[in-house]
């Protein structure tokens, strides 16, 4: 009998992510039509249809979702074994998937990504930018080996390794009379003037909760979808936000009228690593989180109290 191709499977777990062909194309970096090709390839294979097609939506049949339980299982084995295999070779080198969220990619990842590969040119760093919930997903699939994104975070299955703190900022055009960014008060805000992201990113969440915002009425109903957004908005003065440190000399201010100003209680999100739980290569990627830490100091000697913390999650 023949038998479905690993490369076949995880480009179908991708499908039953994304629910898009073309979406998960991009995701498996291949063209829609080779990824169609493949579906439908393991469909005859299988002898099975596992997906129901039409011009708009892409359904999972009640035997894809079956199929995709056993192909995530047949992933996770395929993953343990490389990394049995690996974990008997030099650290940080060979093919390493980082998973990032998008609040922390054009920060940090600029100014590290050079310093990595002179410090380890022996590692194939490939990089997947994605909200949080995606990329633990993906990670718990096997499709990423480890993540860099912001704490905390529900997930389970997962160690977590703090790296530094990044205190928030409140973000306003320059000369706004919407605030006094001097003499900032939250209960001295008007209704609608809090400009945050969309549901479902994570810098939502955590700028509310460490911003203490409890007053949706002064939050926006209409939120961005990305952070360049976000910052167009407040430019425009349609608000005011608030912005991670890591923001403060990134390109995405560059020509713009938005300046951070200091808050005047201490808020912040932690930054860290997160890889499932018992992996035979958690040392390399406490190593990892080690380099990113040391090669942050701006923003890890605000949180020298946090350095060398080691959260397990549940």
Known sequence: MKAPTLKQLRYFLALTETQHFGQAAARCFVSQSAFSNAIRELENTLEAQLVDRNNRNVTITATGREIAVQARLVARDVDSLVEL????????????RLGVIPTIAPFVLPPLLPKLRKRYPQLELLLAEDQTERVYRRLMDGELDVLLLALPWPMRGVDEMPL????????????????????????RLDSDSILLLEDGHCLRDHALAA????????????????????????????????LPEMARDSALLRNTRVRL??????????????????????????????????????????????????????
């Open 164 to 187: 530094f703190d990044d205190e928030f900022r409140l973000a306003c055009r320059t000369g706004t009379t919407r605030v006094d960014p001097e003499n900032y008060r939250f209960s």
């Open 261 to 314: 100003w200091p808050l005047g209680e201490r808020s912040f999100r932690t930054i860290g690593l997160a890889w499932r739980k018992g992996s035979r290569r958690t040392a390399e990627f406490r190593l990892l989180g080690e380099f990113v830490r040391d090669e942050s100091p701006r923003l890890s000697a605000a949180a020298d109290s946090n350095i060398m913390r080691t959260r397990v999650g549940s």
């Open 85 to 96: 295999a690996r974990g008997r070779g030099e650290p940080l080198t060979g093919e390493l």
């Open 211 to 242: 911003c203490r915002i409890r007053n949706t009425e002064k939050i926006r109903r209409f939120g961005a979808s990305s952070l360049l957004t976000l910052i167009e908005m407040v430019d425009a003065d349609l608000g005011v936000t608030f």
